[in-house]
């Protein structure tokens, strides 16, 4: 499990105003797929909206409580949800096990969905979009940096390099990584082994490593990793601010 049942998302450092807007919503993809979402506006737009790919558990409450923390930050916020086609569009509260249906997850079902979720952020707001993902979802948003969803740039928390499979070194927006130096679901070897194969591509990319920090470290109630949240924090809205222009092919 990526977090405890207590954990609670950091707040941004700056707080630009509150949500204006929030709550569930369901999401259909080309392929007839349905799947949970949840939207949260800004008061104060910074111009700039976010696609948040939560860990295992899908849609949980932390993501949906995250959104807001984004919103509240400035961007316009949808969190995606990864198992409509196995376990349909209902809530993923914490009696919810994602490992039941991670094995029926496969990539091209992220990018249908994720593809979806880009369509109606941009419905909402036509700025630049950014996928923000953690544990799974931050393996993925690296993924869906070379998708060829016209994304400004992908962020990740802690991803197994794993779910980058075959768009490892394709051309992709830039990427930021944002890795735990105690990862006990991830070596110094494999990320090593990841920024090693990025570089050979060419790919664009950040990658800051929090010494002793563990997985699943950016949880408002690890009291020792208060400055590790801020400054990841700082490090996001930094990357989203430098790479408004950009979009992947």
């Known amino acids: ?7 609670r998302p950091p707040a941004a450092p700056v707080v630009t105003g509150g949500v204006t807007e929030h709550g569930p919503l369901e999401i259909g993809t080309v392929d007839g797929n349905r799947f949970r979402a ?3 506006a800004p008061a104060v737009p910074n111009g700039r909206s976010v696609l948040l790919l939560p860990d295992v ?6 993501y949906a409580s995250l959104a807001r923390r984004f919103a509240e930050a400035g961007f316009h916020t949808l969190v995606m949800d990864y198992y409509g086609r196995s376990a349909g569009t209902g809530d993923r509260d914490d009696s919810f096990d994602g490992y039941d249906h991670l094995a029926l997850l496969e990539p091209l079902h992220v990018e249908t969905d994720a593809a979806a979720a880009a369509a109606a952020i941009r419905a ?3 700025g630049p979009l950014f996928s923000v993902g953690f544990c799974l979802g931050g393996g993925y948003s690296w993924r869906l940096g070379a998708a060829g969803l016209g994304l400004a740039g992908a962020i990740g928390f802690y991803g197994p390099p794993r779910f980058l499979g075959d768009r490892t070194t394709e051309p992709s927006a830039p ?10 679901a991830t070596t110094p070897e494999e990320y090593a082994a990841l920024t090693a194969a990025f570089d050979r591509a060419g790919k664009e990319y950040e990658a800051h490593v929090y010494d002793g920090a563990p997985h699943s470290f950016f949880d408002d109630a690890y009291d020792q990793w208060q400055e590790a949240c801020a400054d990841a924090w700082r490090r996001i809205l930094g990357f989203t601010a430098r790479h408004v222009g950009e979009a992947d092919a």
């Open 1 to 7: 499990m990526c977090h405890d049942i207590d954990s």
């Open 38 to 40: 949840y939207r949260a």
């Open 175 to 184: 990427l930021l990584m944002l890795l735990a130096g105690a990862d006990v």
């Open 57 to 62: 558990r899908g849609l949980h409450p932390f």
């Open 124 to 126: 909402w707001h036509p």
